[in-house]
């Protein structure tokens, strides 16, 4: 997942042959990404997303150049995040930052 959105330089891992541009390089000034299900991201992720949102700049696997983000972040998840809150299982400042502006649709 996270090769998929912060994309990877060629030796960064096992397999990665070539080098890979992520889901957020590709976004654009005016446009918009969207994650879904990311109440199913895992705590290690949560933290890097954290970085993207409040900095707009990431790196990817296996560099150390800083990549600016463009555009907006867009998410949904089927999952009830307040619950997740409680439980621990969502950071509360990736939560904070995450749901800046909350649509609730019906099910």
Avoid: W
């Amino acid at each position: 997942m996270e090769s998929e959105l912060f994309g990877h330089c060629k030796g960064a891992f096992t397999g990665a042959l070539r080098h890979h541009e992520g889901v957020l390089s590709r976004g654009r000034p005016h446009g918009f990404i969207f994650l879904d299900e990311v109440g199913d991201l895992s705590p290690q992720l949560q933290v890097k997303l954290l970085q993207v949102i409040q900095e707009r700049v990431f790196s990817p696997v296996g560099s150390t150049e800083s990549r600016q983000l463009h555009g907006r972040l867009i998410a949904a998840t089927h999952q009830n995040l307040n619950e997740m809150l409680d439980k621990g299982q969502l950071r509360e400042d990736f939560y904070y930052r995450l749901c800046s502006h909350e649509i609730q649709l019906p099910t």
